[in-house]
C-alpha cells in the first residue's frame, strides 16, 4: 500500500496550498510511502484520495481486501489520478470533486 507524499504531487500541493490539511505519511520513498494497512487505517482519514490512474489496482479489487475497508470505513473516498492529464478542465474536476467530497464531510459534521 502507498502513500502520497503531499509536497511532490502538484495537485496535492495545491489543496493544501488553499487550506485541505493532507497528512506526511512519514519516512520513506520520494513520491510515496510504502507502508501497511494497518499504518494507514491508523491515519483515520476523513477523506482518502484512491489512486485511478490506468495502472491503479481497481475499485473492485479494492473492496475485497481488509486493509481497505478498515481504511475507509468512516471515510469518503474520492477518485484521484496522480497521472491527471495538463489540462484546466481535468484540474478544474478533480479540484471540484475534492472540494464537493469536503462539503459532504462538512455535513456530516
Known amino acids: 500500500m502507498h502513500l502520497a507524499r503531499p509536497r511532490t504531487w502538484p495537485e496535492l500541493r495545491h489543496l493544501a496550498g488553499l487550506g485541505v490539511e493532507l497528512t506526511d505519511p512519514g519516512a520513506g520513498g520520494v513520491n510515496w510511502c510504502t507502508t501497511t494497512w494497518e499504518a494507514a487505517a491508523g ?6 484520495l484512491a489512486d485511478n490512474c490506468g495502472n491503479a489496482v481497481t475499485g473492485r479489487e479494492l473492496e475485497a481486501l481488509p486493509g481497505w475497508r478498515a481504511l475507509t470505513a468512516t471515510a469518503v473516498v474520492e ?5 491527471l492529464p495538463c489540462s ?5 474536476a478533480f479540484l471540484r470533486s475534492v472540494a464537493d ?3 459532504l464531510l462538512r455535513a456530516k459534521g
Do not use: I, R, S, Y
Open 43 to 48: 491515519f483515520a482519514p476523513d477523506l482518502v
Open 79 to 83: 477518485p484521484w489520478n496522480p497521472e
Open 88 to 92: 484546466g478542465a481535468a484540474a478544474a
Open 101 to 103: 467530497a469536503l462539503e
